[in-house]
């Protein structure tokens, strides 16, 4: 189970046993690659293996082969691989796709499923099975007749992308199980592993990265001329080639530490995995129904010495405001959930509720005890405190104004004539002074902007992420908006339009349903499906803006760019504007139809009590995952931006953001508070004096900036903010970071100009081959037969 218990009579939500990271584990992984319409293939793709199989090997099993004679099998599948019968072809892939799967009818457990897939992966791209695959897949993706009769139809099945699905899956396997590490571990595999993902991140397939190939797929779905490509598959495939070739959270955290020594920066205050990983979740602001049943408690002469609703903010270690009586107190509190909520939406949390004294829980084991248990006062704040230059400068540029009536510029050194307590203070601050890379490379473009000539070429290593990004630059808004696009569809709070993409080609069977359980069953794939995409998506775009913003601020800068022109901003509030404790607690999977378990163990008898149950767990991973990287890639964009900061305000963010606090998971809960408090200072007094919870829960929680008045609206960047200047500045930036490192015109605006005509007209040109065969009709066509003005042409001149 990964949830505690909740004590009896208790009103909290127990915090989640969350652990966050790159992935969930390896067979959730693989079972969400299968759409559960797609459950009968499992033995299709077993007869096809055993149809050609018994041809070569008369009564021994594979596992019973050596590894030379598996070659042999495999080398001659491959070769099957190249005939031009396409069924021939799709049985071949099939029985490929079975050894991939970990021949599953030679197996007992899921173990031993895993272990021979993860054996045969690495035979298979031993011996070349990837290069293989990826030219049918790219056969399949130009066949054009297959595309012009997907458009036609007027419902697209499963049917439809079965050689596509089938590619697809082998080449999802092999990449998830070189990726992942086992305990089985053999030294040749660790270098395979590396082999295939340096190629992967190489421009070795048509000059181009394989995470490229996939990106045209995905637009080519998205502007409706491949309506039968199955999306989920290869936005996983996507997720997972992104994941392997350029490296998880963890890698990115190493990459961020060299490259700060590189630059000869201080290191990292902390590391920011552990403390996230170490936090433990804040309860929840009270919300209006348990107010106003306290308020009637009250009413009835039943008042307690003070609130019954237990607090994880400031509260808690008794830092109580002692003038205000408990009664004014709860009135005032979370004001905004009572006039602000959306909808009139009401959490599950929030209904028949009974407000009593909790008991004293049982004793937990200290590892599980929640937050709100321990009435210890924090040893200290979670986060080191960081200050910028620029606020540096700020602070003595206003000490000076005040003190001396005069400023310095950027001069940061000299303190002459003020006063003892601002020279405590400037060392304060230069003690927390923090230099990111990004500011470092902001600096050096602006030179390499200013000294093109004295400073001469740039070198720039060709990473996988700088491979990738070249590749994806002169499509990049395509990529994002058909990105953009895809989750729209998925979210759960879009309504169904007809001019919306369908993204249930690759789920929905041949024939419709016809039994109530049938129904159900669909229901809940359809659902586990839309789940599954938004995963894919907000892991594969959280990635893409980690990556791009540590190997050059202004990659990450475009990318962002193009998002927030998508309307990102807003599309992520609008998935998170539903009761999204039903959505984290959703049950949309059926435990015995997931591989590998469907394909080891007896399929149970499926009722529709059955389904209507689901697992037993207490959260979905996947959908809490894809929720806290959402909040993650809303706070890239926003942050240090103040005319995105302005539209969370505009799009009435902070109610929204208010009640995903409800989720006590304390990632999630540092990502929702951060959003909440870059602005806060627009949000007006009223407000701050309603949420004071959410305010301690931020002190608490969120990392400080020492000059940073965000709890008090008295800032200077309180003032309101042109969006069109500040975005057009930006936009100008990047434009000539692009033009200057991509731009390869030879010579670009240095280049000598020949002014002379007799040379330039002496100067031959290369032609294409069919110009010289319609030659004489363009000289028809476009001189001879055009009437030429020669008044206008003098006067002109």
């Not at 099998?73 to 050894?99: C, F, G, S, W």
């Not at 229901?523 to 499906?529: I, S």
Request: charged share 25%; net charge negative; proline share 6%.
């Amino acid at each position: 189970d990964r949830m505690q218990p909740i004590p009896p009579g208790s009103l909290e939500s127990p915090s989640l046993e969350f652990e966050y990271g790159d992935t969930d584990c390896l067979t959730a992984e693989l079972s969400e690659l299968y759409s559960y319409t797609e459950e009968p293939e499992f033995a299709l793709n077993r007869a096809c293996f055993e149809e050609d199989f018994r041809t070569q090997v008369k009564d021994r099993k594979w596992t019973e082969l050596d590894v030379a004679e598996q070659k042999a099998y495999v080398m001659r599948l491959l070769d099957a691989l190249e005939v031009t019968n396409r069924d021939r072809r799709l049985k071949v892939a099939r029985a490929i796709l079975y050894l991939a799967q970990g021949v599953f009818d030679e197996c007992d457990t899921e173990e031993d499923v895993l272990h021979w897939s993860r054996h045969n992966i690495f035979l298979l791209h031993g011996m070349g099975t990837f290069t293989a695959l990826l030219e049918l897949l790219s056969m399949e993706i130009d066949n054009n007749q297959a595309c012009s009769t997907a458009v036609r139809k007027p419902a697209i099945s499963l049917a439809d992308s079965t050689e596509l699905r089938v590619l697809l899956s082998i080449m999802y396997l092999m990449v998830e199980m070189v990726r992942s590490e086992a305990e089985d571990n053999k030294p040749e595999w660790r270098t395979a592993r590396e082999t295939f993902k340096a190629e992967l991140g190489s421009p070795l397939y048509n000059g181009e990265p394989f995470a490229l190939l996939l990106f045209t797929m995905v637009t080519k779905f998205c502007s409706m001329n491949a309506p039968h490509f199955p999306m989920k598959k290869v936005l996983l495939l996507l997720w997972k080639t992104i994941l392997f070739t350029l490296g998880g959270f963890e890698e990115l955290q190493e990459l961020k530490v060299r490259g700060r020594e590189r630059l000869n920066l201080p290191p990292l205050p902390e590391d920011s995995i552990k403390v996230v990983r170490s936090m433990r979740a804040a309860s929840p602001p009270a919300s209006a129904v348990e107010l106003i049943e306290q308020q009637q408690q009250q009413k009835r002469g039943r008042r307690s010495r003070r609130p019954l609703v237990k607090q994880d903010s400031l509260d808690t270690y008794g830092e109580r405001d002692p003038f205000k009586n408990d009664e004014a107190r709860d009135e005032e509190e979370d004001g905004d959930d009572v006039d602000g909520a959306i909808e009139g939406e009401v959490d599950p949390l929030d209904r028949d509720t009974i407000i009593q004294p909790p008991p004293p829980p049982p004793p937990l084991p200290l590892q599980l005890c929640p937050p709100s248990e321990r009435l210890s006062f924090p040893k200290g704040l979670p986060w080191a405190p960081k200050v910028r230059e620029k606020d540096i400068e700020h602070f003595l540029e206003t000490s000076r104004n005040k003190f001396i009536g005069f400023t310095l510029g950027s001069d940061t050194e000299t303190l002459v004539g003020l006063p003892r307590p601002i020279h405590e203070s400037v060392k304060t601050l230069k003690q927390h002074k923090y230099i990111s890379i990004a500011e470092v490379q902001i600096k050096r473009e602006e030179e390499l902007q200013q000294c093109p000539l004295t400073l001469g070429e740039e070198e720039v290593e060709d990473t996988p992420i700088e491979i990738l990004y070249q590749g994806m630059l002169p499509n990049l808004s395509q990529y994002v908006i058909a990105l953009l696009k895809l989750l729209l569809a998925a979210a759960p709070t879009s309504k169904a339009k007809t001019d919306s993409i369908n993204i249930l080609a690759d789920v929905l069977p041949e024939e419709m349903p016809i039994t109530v359980l049938q129904s159900m069953k669909l229901g809940v794939d359809v659902n586990r499906h839309k789940e599954i995409i938004v995963k894919a998506i907000s892991a594969l775009l959280l990635l893409l803006l980690k990556h791009f913003k540590l190997n050059h601020i202004y990659q990450f800068e475009y990318i962002s760019q193009h998002l927030v022109f998508a309307n990102c901003i807003p599309l992520i509030l609008k998935f998170f504007n539903q009761n999204i404790m039903s959505y984290i607690s959703a049950k949309n999977s059926i435990c015995a139809l997931d591989f590998p378990h469907c394909v080891v163990y007896e399929m149970p008898e499926l009722t529709a009590e059955s389904l209507e149950s689901g697992d037993s767990t207490q959260f979905c991973w996947r959908n809490l995952f894809s929720c806290i990287n959402l909040l993650r890639i809303l706070n890239k964009l926003t942050k240090w931006k103040h005319s995105r900061t302005m539209m969370l305000v505009v799009f009435k963010s902070a109610p929204i953001l208010k009640r995903a606090l409800k989720v006590k998971q304390a990632m999630m809960q540092l990502y929702v508070l951060k959003l909440l408090k870059i602005q806060t200072k627009y949000l007006g007094r009223q407000w701050r004096k309603s949420n004071m919870k959410t305010m301690s829960a931020i002190y608490q929680k969120v990392r400080h900036r020492l000059n940073d008045d965000w709890a008090y609206g008295n800032d200077i960047d309180a003032r309101p903010w042109d969006f069109q200047a500040e975005e057009c500045a930006l936009r100008e930036s990047i434009e000539r970071f692009n033009n200057r490192r991509y731009d390869k015109s030879p010579g670009g605006e240095f280049a000598p100009v020949d002014n002379c005509l007799q040379s330039v007209l002496g100067q031959r040109v290369e032609l294409p081959e069919d110009f010289h065969y319609s030659y004489e009709m363009w000289l028809e066509r476009e001189v001879f037969s055009q009437p030429i003005q020669w008044d206008e042409l003098l006067q002109a001149q």
